[in-house]
């Protein structure tokens, strides 16, 4: 699966940021999708995922009550809207295909909080 995140950008704490991330090649509905970050000096780690018609979702502690996972599988699409952003979340978030990204990962957002 080839997937195309978007979205990122610099956004004030307590702002909100949606973003998306595109996917083509095999069949979308197919796939748990999700998505992890990554900050400077940090491994990547998991923020959310959901499961394939959209009807399950699974959040980080850190992140839940803030974040929202969804899909779209007519569209190919998954989305994670963030709200209430903090400092700490600043990382590069990237959406994955499958358990753990095994079927796929895209190539990354930047998401910068300012204080």
């Known amino acids: 699966v080839q997937l195309q995140a978007s979205g990122g950008g610099l956004v004030q704490a307590g702002g909100s940021l949606r973003l998306s991330c595109a996917a083509s090649?095999?069949?979308?509905?197919?796939?748990?999708m999700g998505w992890f970050r990554q900050a400077p000096g940090n491994e990547r780690e998991f923020v959310a995922a959901?499961?394939?018609?959209?009807?399950?979702?699974y959040y980080a502690d850190s992140v839940k009550g803030r974040f929202t996972i969804s899909r779209d599988n007519a569209k190919n699409t998954v989305y994670l809207q963030m709200n209430s952003l903090k400092p700490e979340d600043t990382a590069v978030y990237y959406c994955?295909?499958?358990?753990?990204?095994?079927?796929?990962w895209g190539q990354g957002t930047q998401v910068t909080v300012s204080s």
């Open positions: 994955a295909a499958g358990n753990n990204g095994s079927a796929g």
């Open positions: 090649g095999r069949t979308f509905s197919n796939y748990v």
């Open positions: 959901v499961n394939w018609s959209g009807g399950s979702t």
